[in-house]
C-alpha cells in the first residue's frame, strides 16, 4: 500500500493485546506489527486505542472519530467479536455498524485494515457461536470488497486452530499467537518480515480423555463462570480501562522480538 508514516490500531482485547505480555501492560500483534513497519519504514508514527471488553458500538463511537480526526495512513478496525458471542446480536446488525465504522475512516483518507474471525470450532461452549461467526466473515469479506480495505483473513489459518498458540483462558491469544498474526497482518499490506507465520508447531501427543475432561471442568470454574457472571450483571472487563497508546507517537527505534 506504499509507504506507511503512521499507524492507529482500533478494537477490543484483541488488538489491546491481552495476554501477550510486556514489561509494561500487553504488547499484542498490533504492536508487532507496528514495530514491523518501523523496521521496513523508519519514522512510523503509531497509536492503539483498543479496550478489552468493548461492543462494537462503543468502538464505532469512541474510537473510530479519534482515528478518522488524526489522518493516520492506516487504521486497522477488528471489532465484532464481544458481539457475535452474545445470543441476541444478529451477524447482519453487527456487520452494519461495522461498515458504519469503515465508511468514517475511508472518509478521511485512511487505508482501513479488517480482519475476519477466528475458527473456534473446536472450542467448548465457543463452539456455539461457529455459524454466526462464519456468516459475520462473510458479511466482513463483503465490506472490505466495497470500501476496498485490506483483508486479514484469520478463518483459514490452521496454525492458529493449535491450542498452543492460545492463553489458556481460551479467548485470548498468546505471545505466540499474537506474534504469528503480527507477521500475517505484515505479509498482506506487502511489509517483509524474516519469520513465516504457517510455521507448524511440534507433533503433540493426544491428551487423554479424562485429563482433558479435568483440564475444561478447570477452565469453566475459572474463566468461563466469571464471563458468564459479567453478561448477566452488565459489566465488562474494561470498565475502568483507557488506551495503552492514546496518541500518535514514534515508536522510539523498538524492534520486533518473537
Given at each position: 500500500m506504499g509507504r506507511i508514516t503512521s499507524?492507529?490500531?482500533l478494537g477490543d482485547s484483541f488488538t489491546e493485546g491481552l495476554e501477550d505480555p510486556a514489561a509494561v501492560g500487553f504488547r499484542g500483534w498490533a504492536d508487532r506489527l507496528a514495530e514491523h513497519i518501523e523496521a521496513d519504514q523508519p519514522g512510523l508514527r503509531y497509536a492503539n486505542l483498543a479496550v478489552r471488553g468493548k461492543l462494537i458500538a462503543e468502538i464505532v463511537a469512541e474510537q473510530v472519530p479519534v482515528a478518522a480526526a488524526a489522518g493516520a495512513d492506516l487504521v486497522s478496525?477488528?471489532?465484532?467479536?464481544?458481539d457475535i458471542l452474545r445470543p441476541s446480536a444478529g451477524p447482519e446488525i453487527v456487520a452494519g455498524k461495522l461498515e458504519e465504522g469503515v465508511a468514517a475512516l475511508a472518509e478521511s483518507g485512511a487505508?482501513?485494515?479488517?480482519?475476519?474471525g477466528f475458527d473456534l470450532r473446536?472450542?467448548?461452549?465457543?463452539?456455539?457461536a461457529h455459524s454466526k461467526i462464519e456468516v459475520y466473515n462473510l458479511l466482513i469479506h463483503d465490506i472490505a470488497r466495497r470500501h476496498s480495505c485490506v483483508l486479514v483473513d484469520l478463518w483459514p489459518m490452521r496454525v492458529l486452530r493449535d491450542r498452543r498458540a492460545w492463553d489458556e483462558d481460551r479467548?485470548?491469544?498468546n505471545s505466540d499467537g499474537h506474534r504469528r498474526v503480527a507477521l500475517?497482518?505484515?505479509?498482506t499490506l506487502g511489509v517483509p518480515v524474516a519469520e513465516d507465520w504457517r510455521s507448524p508447531y511440534p507433533p503433540m501427543r493426544p491428551q487423554p480423555w479424562t485429563d482433558a475432561r479435568r483440564e475444561d471442568l478447570r477452565w469453566a470454574r475459572t474463566y468461563l463462570r466469571p464471563w458468564i457472571a459479567r453478561r448477566i450483571n452488565g459489566t465488562s472487563s474494561g470498565d475502568g480501562v483507557v488506551a495503552k497508546r492514546p496518541d500518535l507517537s514514534p515508536l522510539d527505534g523498538s524492534k520486533t522480538s518473537p
Open positions: 499507524y492507529i490500531a478496525l477488528c471489532a465484532g467479536g464481544n487505508r482501513v485494515m479488517l480482519f475476519t473446536r472450542v467448548p461452549v465457543m463452539r456455539l479467548l485470548h491469544l500475517a497482518a505484515a505479509e
